[in-house]
């Protein structure tokens, strides 16, 4: 049988163990993370920004708020286009079904998150120019 002092430094010798992989197998991951960081900001400085923006674009898919609808269901009226509106009476309480002044009787509005475009990376949606102008025309900035 083991003395208690025996089984104390066994014990220590094991929970230090344990510090010296967990300490090690941290600083492998983080060695690792840092090379798969760089390799891909060597990889972001040779594509262009079109290319950047188009497989960012893969990467994010569709909208997540409307699946890639490009609307969403009114919050008011739930989708049905009416609300019910109470009269001017307060004797007679009596509900009367009008049309839903958010989205105009419709149900549904276009999408806050993709401004409707169904797309998942909206970023600089707005600066990027997806229409030709005309002949003779030019577009402003």
Same mark, same amino acid.
């Given at each position: 049988t083991k003395t208690k002092p025996e089984t104390q430094q066994l014990t220590q010798v094991s929970t230090?163990?344990?510090? +010296? #992989?967990? %300490?090690? %197998? +941290? *600083? *492998?991951? +983080?060695? @690792? #993370?840092?090379?798969?960081?760089? #390799?891909?900001?060597?990889? %972001?400085?040779? =594509? #262009?920004?079109?290319?950047?923006? &188009?497989? +960012? =674009? &893969? =990467? %994010?898919? @569709?909208?997540?708020?409307?699946?890639?609808k490009g609307v969403v269901a009114c919050e008011l009226c739930s989708g049905t286009g009416f609300w019910r509106a109470t009269g001017n009476n307060d004797k007679n309480l009596k509900y009367k079904g009008v049309v839903c002044p958010t989205c105009e009787g419709a149900g549904t509005l276009r999408c806050p998150v993709c401004l409707g475009t169904g797309e998942g990376y909206v970023r600089g949606l707005l600066r990027r120019r997806t229409i030709e102008p005309g002949p003779g025309r030019t577009l402003q900035s």
């Open positions: 230090r163990r344990n510090f +010296l #992989s967990q %300490a090690l %197998a +941290l *600083v *492998v991951g +983080l060695f @690792v #993370s840092m090379f798969a960081t760089s #390799s891909n900001i060597a990889n %972001a400085a040779t =594509e #262009s920004k079109e290319e950047k923006i &188009q497989r +960012l =674009e &893969q =990467e %994010a898919g @569709v909208c997540k708020n409307c699946n890639g």
